[in-house]
């Protein structure tokens, strides 16, 4: 009566596709691609005895073997089953805004404040050709009493650059000045400083290979507890996701060409609340061509603007790197965008 059963793993999630399957580890963080065979099987032995399984063959072992070692099921007797009823994967938050890129220019304490009234935690400003260290300095101020977690710079590089003890005194007046990245830069680099938490990167990419829209890659997908329960009903790159062009234009990402209200002229509060701005917000994988078939799907940040079609289905108008039905990826743009991700 009390025979054990295996049970999946509570942190342990598994999509399936006609060519490759897909294990979420939310607690490590990682994730595993197996056969969709192996795929299917595991979803099977959910809540299975452990006997059915002892005169299976020899692959089927295996599997279960791999399962236990790797910790993706485990035996549970029976009278606790109830005991693992299952994660509520329901994302809420408590602030409107998670993330804000906003061009140096535009850039000021009030635009800060109303950032800080939606919640932002991370805004990033990026800055023009002729930027300075002590112009840098003077845009850190405007955060000098912002309730933001971290405060990012992206610029141009510059030959000048040859001391970043510069950047890190100003991470020393101002600690939420956690990341400075420099494109266009001679050499690939990373620093991170062992005296702060500021870390800066510089990347031969140009601004426009950093920022144009790229489909998802392997090197950017997120794999945790909260990005897996967001992309249950959200799109992982747009959602709660803002940014304010130069010429003051309220945008869903600064490479979209769609304004939805200018700073100058709407309230920002207000402009974020329509439901036009946060359409894009609700464009989930599993309502999206192509990649409501991808095993990726929740660890996938596409940067894509999605198209909604007459039947409440989103669309893409350019193809993604990884082709969900061969299985197969184009190297090429994985390349560039592990480039990126390591920058
Ligand atoms: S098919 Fe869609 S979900 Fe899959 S990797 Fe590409 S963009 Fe991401």
Redesign the pocket.
């Known amino acids: 009566m009390n025979s054990p059963h295996y049970l999946i793993s509570t942190d342990c999630r598994i999509t399936v596709s006609a060519t490759n399957a897909v294990i979420y580890d939310l607690t490590r963080e990682t994730f595993r691609e197996i056969s969709p065979a192996q795929g299917q099987f595991l979803l099977t032995l959910h809540k299975t005895k452990v006997e059915e399984w002892k005169e299976c063959d020899e692959i089927r072992q295996n599997w279960i073997k791999e399962a236990l070692q790797e910790e993706w099921i485990f035996p549970c007797p029976e009278t606790f089953l109830s005991s693992f009823p299952g994660l509520d994967f329901t994302w809420k938050s408590p602030s409107k805004l998670s993330n804000a890129q906003v061009e140096s220019e535009i850039l000021s304490q009030h635009i800060v404040h109303e950032l800080d009234l939606l919640g932002t935690k991370t805004i990033q400003v990026l800055l023009h050709s002729k930027w300075t260290v002590e112009y840098i300095r003077q845009l850190t101020s405007y955060f000098k009493d912002s309730t933001c977690l971290s405060i990012q710079f992206i610029m141009p590089y510059k030959e000048e650059i040859t001391n970043i003890d510069d950047l890190e005194g100003i991470y020393f007046e101002n600690p939420r000045f956690l990341l400075a990245g420099f494109y266009s830069a001679p050499f690939d680099k990373v620093f991170k400083s062992k005296s702060s938490n500021l870390r800066i990167f510089f990347s031969k990419l140009p601004f426009t290979a950093l920022y144009v829209p790229t ?3 392997k090197t950017s997908f997120v794999v945790n507890y909260e990005s897996f329960r967001e992309a249950q009903q959200h799109n992982l790159f747009f959602n709660q996701k803002l940014a304010i062009d130069k010429r003051g234009d309220i945008k869903n990402s600064i490479s979209s060409s769609k304004s939805w209200g200018n700073i100058h002229s709407d309230n920002l509060s207000q402009v974020v609340s329509t439901q036009g701005f946060q359409q894009l917000w609700r464009a989930n ?1 599993d309502q ?1 061509l ?2 409501q ?5 929740y660890m ?1 940040t ?1 940067e ?1 603007v999605p198209q909604l079609q007459d039947n409440g289905i989103w669309a ?1 108008e350019s193809d ?5 039905y061969s299985g197969t990826w184009n190297s090429e743009h994985n390349t560039l965008k592990h480039q990126r991700s390591n920058g």
């Open positions: 489909a998802g890659t994988k999206t192509i990649c078939d991808c095993p990726y799907r996938c596409d894509r893409h993604c790197t990884y082709d969900p």
